[in-house]
């Protein structure tokens, strides 16, 4: 069992080699083509590292749904908690942040006027 310094520090450095991970994958992703899917890419990708999952249901320690997966595919239980609320939710607030921005940069592109034919 963890102090709760200890918890906390190992949360902090989780978080910060998530967030370098994060923005490596956005330079990854940039060449993609489509605004959406490259969104979609990073936010699903930030999900997957950030969500959290109650690793002890009597502890109340929580640690990343990632790395308990990982974990889990090689123990003999199989845990597999990226099908939890956490990881859905997540996804979901993904899918609904990328449909906005994908329909607010529809309605404010500009359509280049058809110029052929015109008089100067």
Do not use: H
């Not at 200890?6 to 489509?34: D, M, Q, R």
């Not at 590292?49 to 109650?54: C, M, T």
């Not at 009597?58 to 749904?65: F, H, I, K, L, N």
């Not at 595919?73 to 956490?86: I, K, M, N």
Request: net charge positive; with cysteine.
């Amino acid at each position: 069992m963890l102090s709760l310094n200890e918890y906390e520090t190992l949360w902090g450095v989780y978080c910060a080699a998530s967030l370098f991970a994060i923005f490596a994958f956005w330079g990854l992703v940039n060449p993609l083509p489509g605004r959406p899917l490259r969104n979609l890419l990073r936010g699903l990708f930030a999900v997957f590292l950030l969500a959290p999952v109650d690793a002890a249901p009597a502890s109340g320690d929580w640690a990343p749904a990632a790395l308990v997966t990982f974990f889990g595919l090689f123990s003999p239980e199989r845990v597999l908690p990226l099908v939890g609320p956490s990881f859905f939710f997540g996804a979901a607030l993904v899918l609904i942040l990328v449909l906005a921005d994908f329909l607010i940069l529809q309605s404010t592109k500009k359509v280049a006027p058809n110029l052929r034919g015109a008089r100067y």
